[in-house]
Every structure is written in structure tokens, then in C-alpha cells.
């Protein structure tokens, strides 16, 4: 069988929020209600949340929402109702004050006519299918436990000249992950891949909570929750704002270049306490950052199923190295973050190697998950 994929180049939205302590980032509310834009009333059962968290509701019967505890920061707001057209707002809460929205949704309105609908070829539907899921979900150990509940919304176009394969859906998938417990909505905005060495996909997550059917559940998913956490791109930027990047097992190396060509590559240890400023706010960090570099996770080994799929480029400068290895290319002088991980520009930095693997779907959290250890202000030592 065909390699699915030599390399995978992920530009990853950073949009990265969470909780370091309660006593660090400020918690507000959000009130609001949604309206018809028509006739002006109030929508029930309408979806309302922050990209990329598990902070959300539906609407009541009057149309109102409330959102609770939600850290102070940037955020895009999500309003979707299925007949109307889904609304996307970016808010700032940088006041620790409660904030109240009113907004209006368009109903879809469908032109007449005659209209002509062409099925696409089954086996070429499923093909492709499992190529998305490989790509989407992911090989990882959790990714065996991780389902799309509803791919007939799923279409997808292959243009054969350059080989690129698209994907778009006409609702939101629903995804469940029995690795971590939770059911995910997911609302697709673009999704391309060319001959298995290129992808990008971005898109909104909504997370909500699996029901556990025992304490074994429980036990399962939090273990399996810090697994995914520690080693990610936001454990390593909260510990480099700590100044605790030797402490949590990171190595930070400067690199001249990303191993994706056969020019010499140079290496030079750095210490994190150098990279890291003021930022606006007392909550917000800048981070100066070399253009390229490696860096090192000794927490955990890499899976096995990494090697099979990586580009020997990578692999090959990792073989004498301990612990799961991951390169950022840096795409801008400085880097706005927050105390929490969000990286305010989501294409600041470009993954490869480890966490370019990774980034799929199977290991990704509702970005207000922080681990007890970190949430009460303190670090597993």
C-alpha cells in the first residue's frame, strides 16, 4: 500500500486558550439573544460558543444565552443554527467586567429552479473517505478510538492536473473520541492535501463532554487528557513564559534551516528566559523567537506509527535523540501571546516533524483544558 504521506506540513490555528490559575487570568460571563433578521424573533436551539473550546450553550426559548467563567482574552464567538447562515465574531474580553451581544441570523434562502444533483462514484467516495480520515483524524494511538458519526456530509473534489484533494460539508461533523471523552463538533472550513506531502485544514471545534458509563471511564480520560496536553504546543509555550522549559522536559535549539532540503543544517542551545517580554496587558506575553528551530520533548517517546509516515529528512537527524522531536518555522519578528498559550496571529508558526503529526483531530482539546496540576498554579515536579 501507498505511503499515505511522507511529510505533513500543518499550519495550525493557535488560537490557544486556557487556565493557568484562578488567580491569574480574570473569569467573565457573556449574555446575549438571537433573533430572526427577518421578522425580528427570538431563535431557539441555536448553538452559540467560542471556537476551539468546550465554552458554550444553546439558545432558550427565548432566544437568550449565557456563557459562563470564560477566561479574559480574544476569542471568535460562533452562532449557528442549521437553515441560517453561521455567524462569526471576533470579541475582546479584556475587561473583568460582563459583557451582553444581540445578534441576527439570515435564514438560507434557496434559488429556484431546476436543479441537477450527480452522485459521485461509491468506491470513489469511500477512497477518498478514508484518505480524509487518515489525514483528519489521524494514525496516533488515540486516533483507533476516534470516529466521524455522520461522513455522509462529507463531498470531495480531486482536481486531477495538481493532484489536490479537497474536502467541504454541508453541516458540521460530529466526531467522537472515546480516547479522551468528547463528542466534537466540528465545523469545516477548508481542507486540502496534494500527493499525501502537503495539508492544511481549518475550521471551528465546539467540545462537549461524553457521558462516562463507569469511574474506569473517568480514570481513563484524564490520564489520557494530560497525555495529550504535555508535549503540546501549548504546554511548551506556557513553560517557556514560566521560564520552566528544562523543569517540564523541553530542549530549545536554535536551527539554521528546516531538514526539508540537503543543505548542512547548524544547531545552537538556547535558554528561554532570552525570548520572552512584556506585553500589553499584565495577562499577555511577547515572545522574540529565532526563525528556525528544533525542539526537544524528553517527556515521552515518539509512536511508532510517526516513523512510518515522516520524512526521512526529519527522522534521520532524530535517531540519536530521546523524546519526540518537533521544528517551528517562526513567520514573524515577534510572537503575541497571552499567559495561557493563545497565540494571537494563528499563522505566527508553522509545525513540523512531531507536532505537525500530531495536530490532528484525535489530539486536540477544547483549548480551556488545563491539567489540576497547572490549573492550581503549580507544576508536576
Known sequence: MKRIQRF?????????????????IPKVRITGRVRDAFDNQPLFFVQVYLANTSLGCTTDMDGKF????????????????????RLERDIQLIRNKD????????PIVLEGGEVSISAPHPREWQRNLARFERLFIGSSDFARQCRILNPEVLSFKRDKRSGILTASSIHPLQIENRAVGFIISYTLKN?????????RYTGYTYFQEMEPESDRDVQKWNENRNRVFYGSVRHFVISLI?????????ELIQASDIPLTERMIQFREMEGDTLVYTGATPYERTLKLPQFMRIIYTGELEERSYYKESDPKITRLNKKI???????EVNQPSVYTNLSGHIDNPYALTLYGYWAWEAKISNMLPLDFTPDSIANGQFPQ
Open 8 to 24: 505533513i506540513l500543518v499550519t495550525v490555528l493557535l488560537c490557544l486558550f486556557g487556565i493557568i490559575s484562578a488567580q491569574t
Open 66 to 85: 449565557t456563557i459562563e467563567r470564560i477566561p479574559l482574552g480574544n476569542y471568535q464567538l460562533i452562532v449557528s443554527l442549521m437553515g441560517y447562515e
Open 99 to 106: 459583557q451582553k451581544f444581540s445578534f441576527s441570523l439570515r
Open 191 to 199: 481542507f486540502a492535501v496534494q500527493d499525501g506531502m502537503f495539508l
Open 242 to 250: 514560566q521560564n520552566r522549559l528544562k523543569e517540564e522536559g523541553y
Open 322 to 328: 530521546t523524546g519526540q522531536v518537533s521544528w517551528l
